[in-house]
């Protein structure tokens, strides 16, 4: 995997792990169980790091690369949303 990938599990009453693979020009972002096989999600936002929020049932991922750009993924609809920014340190340069 490349810098900035990651992996979630999502505990439910099926298990599920979700992996976000990135370079080139997309980003792949899929999907499993405990059948053993991979599927395709929404093409996903770049990002560098990704959590998830057993509260509210969402995927959470930093977009990186010293941007400020912030993402949730629902597992039960296959949306991303745009979250608002993050903030940043005093002084540290980022951009959008």
Do not use: H
Not at 53 to 78: C, Q, R, V, W
Request: proline letters at 5%; hydrophobic letters at 25%; one cysteine or more.
């Amino acid at each position: 995997m490349e810098k900035g990938s990651w992996i979630v599990c999502v505990p439910s009453d099926t298990l599920k792990i979700y992996a976000l693979r990135v370079g080139g020009e997309t980003n792949e972002f899929y999907m499993t169980t405990t059948n053993d096989s991979w599927s395709n999600k929404k093409e996903s936002k770049r990002s560098s790091a990704g959590v998830y929020n057993p509260d509210n049932g969402l995927i959470y991922a930093l977009k990186g690369g010293n941007t400020l750009e912030f993402f949730s993924y629902n597992p039960k609809t296959d949306q991303w949303n745009i979250e608002l920014d993050v903030g940043k340190p005093e002084g540290t340069p980022t951009k959008k």
